[in-house]
């Protein structure tokens, strides 16, 4: 079955670094994109970018573009967030999530149909 | 950025009636259209995507419709495990959710 595990609660102080990863079991890692949505406390849900296991692209939302990196390891089947230049309001809740299918020939996207179970991020000095 | 606006904020509906949920953008996006669920403490759970196609494993009751600007999720018979939040997202341009509905008990 289709899992993403992600990697345990962090908390950082402000300027700060944080990389949360998402390991992908039960399908093809490279025929898929994985995206990252988080949540803040009592918040509804932001996109924050999308990237191909396929061949590492990347899609960032704007107002993140500055200090987001996602990563892919396909050895591992893992995917990665970075977010660095930690400020209070990026305390949220950080999630992966499989979108964006893509065969030898067409992509398709059918929503995000599979989620890790999210990994709290709390900045606080 | 396409802006997605649910209506309305919360909904207080009694089980076994009908639930009507509606979601509009800020621009067409055809029928790029999904939506979830989400209980507290989990992850959201995909319902819909393309506007009226049923995830895998979604019960019937759950149905999607509209294109371009207007969206409507309805729940034909509210069950005692489908309060909830609910949130639409298109993915015609890029990725926004909307802001949520709130789905309660009457």
């Known amino acids: 079955q289709v899992q993403l595990v992600q990697s345990g609660a962090e908390v950082k102080k402000p300027g700060a670094s944080v990389k949360v990863s998402c390991k992908a079991s039960g399908y093809t890692f490279t025929s898929y994109g994985i995206s990252w949505v988080r949540q803040a406390p009592g918040q509804g849900l932001e996109w924050m970018g999308w990237i191909s296991a396929y061949n590492g692209n990347t899609n960032y939302a704007q107002k993140l573009q500055d200090r987001v990196t996602m990563t892919t390891d396909t050895s591992t089947s893992t995917a990665y967030m970075e977010l660095r230049s930690l400020r209070s309001d990026d305390t949220a809740v950080y999630y992966c999530?499989?979108?964006?299918?893509?065969?030898?020939?067409?992509?398709?996207?059918?929503?995000?149909?599979?989620w890790g179970q999210g990994t709290l991020v709390t900045v606080s000095s | 950025e396409i802006v997605m606006t649910q209506s309305p904020a919360t909904l207080s509906v009694s089980p076994g009636e009908r639930a009507t949920l509606s979601c509009r953008a800020s621009?067409?996006?055809?029928?790029?259209l999904a939506w979830y669920q989400q209980k507290p403490g989990q992850a959201p759970r995909l319902l819909i995507y393309g506007a009226s196609t049923r995830a895998t494993g979604i019960p019937a009751r759950f149905s999607g419709s509209g294109s371009g600007t207007e969206f409507t999720l309805t729940i034909s018979s509210l069950q005692s495990e489908d309060f909830a939040v609910y949130y639409c997202?298109?993915?015609?341009?890029?990725?926004?959710f909307g802001q949520g509905t709130k789905l309660e008990i009457k």
């Open positions: 997202q298109q993915y015609n341009k890029g990725y926004t």
């Open positions: 999530a499989r979108n964006l299918y893509c065969s030898s020939t067409s992509c398709y996207e059918n929503g995000f149909d599979y």
């Open positions: 621009q067409s996006v055809s029928s790029n």
